[in-house]
């Protein structure tokens, strides 16, 4: 090996400036995530919660949840039910709204701040809205169910089998606003395979199955992937929508993140709730890497269809 | 990154087909995308519409059937009465005040942070910096116990400590998002001043932070909107009534007593006003920094 040659002063001046500048970042990075993480993994060994007791009881936390705790898969269940439909239908909102907007329609602005605006419109007090619209008297929903001779429309959030498509049903409203990646990427395709296509006579439904969908595929891929993930975390808006923020009817809306509130701060069990932490994280992570795999591919493709 | 950069070009307003004809299926496509997206327009407005509805209603028409969508008379005075029901000033100035302290730590520390990562060479910061792209995968439940187990350790729960100090820890996010948009300005001009003998220090200060404001405003607006509307922090760390934040205030204000919907709605209408206003006057700020979140982060 080559003996590095020493710094010159210039450099380790820059070098000791480089991390004064990061420094903000690097502090926070030990105090605030390695750190936390690092006692996070130690005290899902062990039975802490947060009175005294600090034993280490080895897998018992991981067995316990994998084999002896109903919960842990009913909220794991529960909120992969919630993954599977919201993540699909959410980027089908918004590759809808996408393609409608690249047709060159008049209004575009209007309708870009529309679409935008669920974004915005984020905390306790849409999901309070949320709560009324579904009410199931005298929300417009239902109202409207009704008017269509729908006699018993669903209870929504007082319903075991309606809590999800509920909530379903708000995610996609807010997704409406994920158009603006879409968008980018119709945009991004040649318009001449659509000139080839219209010259051998596709109509634009066939143009749109043999052109738009496979040149978007990478983009809905990475959304799914990365969606999905993001989803196994979703349960911050069932502490509001869910009666005393239970997770009920009937524990129809205990999501995982939920649970592990529950265990952390309102049972105290700390060791538990770790474990279930970290499960998490192996399943983030699982998800990175089919996402890491995935991209590698498609960048491959990309470069080929130039 | 890499769809983000074609966000926007001006290629969209321009590349209209004026030189051909019109054909019939491309009027007919049209129309149907302009027809359904009103119609789409209209499902997103209509809870809105229905809020601000229900929030102008008369006792009387709110659980009218069929529904009322106009009322009648108008009851502006609803927005007072429902202020007056739960001490919301003292809200609305604590989320203020804890809006802008964080909202200052995030620019201030990431753009430091940034300022590292883009333009300064040193050992290890190429290893540094995938150790902060990894951390943004981190879901924010894993750290939420142990830094709870911290926080209280330190005394600081029923305090907002927890809720802001860490803003002054440049999160990876925004760093992130701040080192691409540095790494974007000319070497040549920080380089320039550095042989004149300015400090790296005196080129953030007056050579970067003056030309990033674009990036820099997204990152301060999506910071506050993000912070005005946080729930969950909040309600773990902020025990007293007189701490609480609009958020914590309107679901206590729902769960207290059972208060009736004109009053919530008014309420919830007042307090998601400020973050109205702000999109309204930055709408572009907000559409960058969601095309950027939405492409790394999904």
């Excluded at chain 2, 997206?37 to 006792?59: G, N, Q």
């Excluded at chain 2, 604590?94 to 302290?101: D, G, Q, V």
């Excluded at chain 2, 997204?218 to 969950?232: L, R």
């Excluded at chain 2, 204000?253 to 009736?260: D, K």
């Amino acid at each position: 090996m080559v003996k590095r040659p020493r710094m010159s002063a210039m450099r380790r001046k820059e070098a000791i400036t480089g991390y004064l500048f990061i420094m903000p970042w690097l502090l926070g990075f030990i105090l605030f995530t390695a750190g936390p993480m690092l006692f996070s993994l130690y005290a899902s060994f062990t039975n802490y919660d947060v009175t005294s007791r600090f034993d280490w009881v080895g897998l018992e936390n991981y067995r316990r949840l994998l084999f002896d705790d109903p919960f842990f898969w009913l909220s794991l269940k529960n909120t992969a039910y919630y993954a599977v439909f919201a993540v699909p239908l959410g980027i089908a909102t918004g590759l809808i709204i996408a393609v409608l907007l690249n047709q060159q329609v008049p209004g575009q602005r209007v309708f870009r701040t529309i679409f935008f605006l669920p974004k915005v419109l984020t905390g306790v007090a849409v999901l309070l809205l949320w709560l009324w619209v579904f009410n199931p008297n005298f929300g417009p929903i239902n109202v409207f169910l009704r008017f269509l001779g729908v006699e018993n429309p669903p209870l929504w959030f007082s319903d075991p089998n309606w809590s999800k498509p509920a909530l379903i049903i708000m995610s996609m409203w807010g997704a409406a606003g994920g158009y603006i990646i879409y968008l980018a990427g119709l945009q991004g395709i040649p318009k001449h395979l659509y000139e080839a296509a219209a010259i051998d006579g596709a109509s634009p439904f066939r143009q749109f199955l043999a052109i738009t969908v496979p040149m978007m595929s990478p983009t809905i891929f990475f959304k799914l992937i990365v969606g999905f993930s993001g989803a196994m975390q979703f349960w911050e808006s069932v502490l509001i929508v869910s009666e005393g923020g239970q997770g009920g009817p009937s524990y129809s809306t205990l999501f995982y993140g939920l649970y592990m509130w529950q265990e952390a701060f309102g049972r105290y069990r700390m060791g538990y709730a770790s474990a279930m932490a970290w499960i998490l994280l192996l399943i983030t992570l699982a998800f990175t890497v089919i996402q890491l795999n995935l991209s590698k591919r498609w960048v491959h493709y990309e470069g080929d269809s130039r | 990154m890499r769809q983000a950069s074609k966000l926007e070009t001006p290629e969209t307003q321009t590349r209209l087909p004026k030189v051909r004809r019109w054909n019939p299926w491309q009027i007919l496509l049209r129309t149907l995308a302009f027809v359904l997206l009103c119609i789409i327009s209209a499902a997103i407005l209509f809870p809105a519409l229905w809020m601000i509805s229900t929030a102008l209603k008369p006792d009387t028409q709110v659980y009218a059937s069929p529904p009322i969508w106009i009322p009648d008379p108008l009851m502006w005075e609803n927005f007072a009465k429902a202020w007056s029901l739960a001490p919301f000033t003292r809200y609305f100035i604590n989320t203020s005040l804890f809006t802008l302290a964080v909202v200052f730590g995030t620019v201030l520390s990431c753009s430091l942070a940034a300022y590292g990562f883009a333009k300064l060479r040193f050992p290890g910061r190429d290893f540094l910096f995938v150790v902060l792209l990894a951390t943004m995968m981190i879901p924010g439940m894993v750290t939420m116990i142990p830094q709870f187990i911290l926080f209280s350790k330190l005394g600081w729960v029923g305090t907002y400590l927890p809720l802001v100090v860490p803003s002054f820890f440049a999160g990876a996010f925004f760093t992130f998002l701040l080192r691409q948009f540095y790494l974007t300005i000319p070497t040549e001009l920080s380089e320039a001043a550095k042989m004149d003998g300015a400090s790296d220090f005196w080129i953030w200060r007056r050579v970067i932070v003056p030309l990033s404001a674009p990036a820099l405003s997204t990152v301060a607006i999506f910071t506050f909107e993000g912070t005005w509307n946080s729930y969950v922090g909040p309600i773990l760390y902020l025990n007293k009534e007189e701490l609480y934040t609009l958020q914590v205030g309107l679901q206590f204000f729902r769960t207290a007593s059972e208060v009736q919907w004109q009053y919530l709605m008014a309420a919830s209408l007042l307090v998601m006003l400020p973050v109205i206003i702000i999109f309204f006057a930055f709408q572009r700020y907000f559409v960058e920094g969601a095309a950027i979140s939405s492409a790394v982060k999904g």
